[in-house]
């Protein structure tokens, strides 16, 4: 089956600082959900991207799926701590339905 | 707040012991999924559940066990309790051929 990896697993940002977190796969993925868990949440789902080079903002994310469907970003412009929490790329794989996640990239904010 | 619902929020059980987690999905929804979510680490599927029979399982043994019930309520059991099931279990409701699945808050298992 597809699986992702995340880099980085951790990133500590000052506020109003800029950064690009990445979802990586060997295999061509058929699509990428993120989604955003606050500490002591559970995962809400953010966006999808299914076309090869989508680009897609919300606010301050704007998120991008590669041209080989083998990668994906969520970069966040002028960082908030509002942002912190852990961000979570994951396939949907068709049959099952189930979403195969990446182990997350956990987001600190210094104010 | 998506409409999802999971009972109780928190437990504590021993090992070999028996659990069961409960989870309303939101109206208008036909298909629930189950999560298990260690600490520090992404939820991984258990198994999914559509017209209340198993639509896909994941990597877990026998002793995870779910049902379904006509109005698209879910229950996960688990027997046999090990310490490493102390995890937080997440279900998602969905509608069936859609793309989006929707996260409940969560029952948090510790096994001593």
Known sequence: GQQVMQIPQYQHVQEGEDFTTYCNSSTTLSNIQWYKQRPGGHPVFLIQLVKSGEVKKQKRLTFQFGEAKKNSSLHITATQTTDVGTYFCAVLQGGSEKLVFGKGMKLTVNP | ETGVTQ????????RG?????????????????????????GPQFIFQYYREEENGRGNFPPRFSGL???NY????????????????????????????QYFGPGTRLTVL
């Open chain 2, 7 to 14: 009972s109780p929020t928190h437990l504590i059980k021993t």
């Open chain 2, 17 to 41: 012991q028996q659990v069961t987690l409960r989870c309303s999905s939101q109206s208008g929804h036909n298909t629930v999924s189950w999560y298990q979510q260690a600490l520090g680490q």
């Open chain 2, 68 to 70: 379904q019930f006509p």
């Open chain 2, 73 to 100: 309520s879910s229950e996960l059991n688990v027997n046999a309790l090990e310490l490493d099931d102390s995890a937080l279990y997440l279900c998602a409701s969905s509608l069936m051929g859609t793309d989006t």
